[in-house]
């Protein structure tokens, strides 16, 4: 996606309504910090440091931990989500998980997937896809303003530096 697609994308969410807020602060986290659809949906709330605007990712792809940074726009919309909606979702007892799907519990990937999918839909960009395409936004977009490639395979967790390369293609 460009970077006014992504917006697009973003702006589908309505933050007024519980879920809208919800999907608003999940999107944003994709897109700020090219997490995986599983990273994403392990998120515990313990994992964000506002005060670093940092991210920690555990147990990612090939069971490695990493910490990666975070915009202040999603952490600012993170932040309203967790005061305004996650205590309206979460049921006792409180997994800690960042996310909280339908049944009052962390989401499953499944479903991480299915909702980046309908708002990538309803931005009628005419292109498909969902947690993968804000991953290879971001690092594409990051590159193109002059981050050091080195950087952005620490953010995507890759072993390997060829990987990040065909990602930004």
């Not at 005060?51 to 202040?72: A, C, F, M, N, Y």
């Not at 005061?83 to 799907?101: K, N, S, T, Y």
Request: proline fraction near 3%; charged fraction near 25%.
């Amino acid at each position: 996606l460009t970077s006014g697609e992504a917006e697009n994308v973003l702006a589908q969410p309505d933050p007024t309504t519980v879920l809208g807020l919800r999907d608003r602060a999940l999107l944003e986290t994709l897109y700020s910090t090219g997490a995986r659809r599983l990273e994403l949906a392990n998120l515990k709330v313990v994992d964000l440091d506002v005060e670093r605007r940092t991210l920690s990712i555990r147990q990612g792809k090939g069971r490695k931990d990493r910490t990666v940074p975070i915009g202040e726009r999603a952490v600012a919309w993170v932040q309203k989500y967790l005061v305004e909606v996650r205590p309206q979702l979460v049921v006792a007892p409180d997994e800690g998980f960042l996310f909280i799907g339908q049944f009052g519990k962390g989401m499953c990937s499944r479903h991480v997937t299915a909702l980046a999918r309908r708002y990538v839909k309803a931005a009628k960009l005419g292109k498909t896809g969902a947690c993968h395409l804000f991953r290879h936004t971001m690092a594409t977009l990051m590159l193109e303003n002059g981050a050091d490639i080195r950087y952005i395979q620490q953010m995507l967790g890759h072993a390997d530096l060829h990987t990040t390369e065909i990602y930004t293609r």
